[in-house]
């Protein structure tokens, strides 16, 4: 059950990452996808980092 959740907060740790990564590159001027689009990218991966972070403490909860 260890290497589950460890992986779970791995896969968390990279997807809220990303998100990061998506959001700072929709500040910087002149990038190609349109702002709108990269911001949206970033807040869906976020969402889904969050929600793997929220599984991965209630697997922690139950083991």
């Known amino acids: ?4 959740t460890f992986g779970l907060f791995t896969i968390s740790i990279l997807l809220l ?4 990564n998506f959001f700072l590159a929709s500040q910087r001027a002149g990038v190609y996808p349109p ?3 990269l911001q949206q990218k970033g807040l869906v991966i976020c969402g889904g980092g ?6 991965a403490l209630l697997a922690l909860w139950i083991s």
């Open 1 to 4: 059950m260890a290497g589950i």
């Open 17 to 20: 990452l990303g998100g990061v």
């Open 35 to 37: 702002k709108r689009v």
């Open 50 to 55: 969050g929600a793997v972070f929220l599984l």
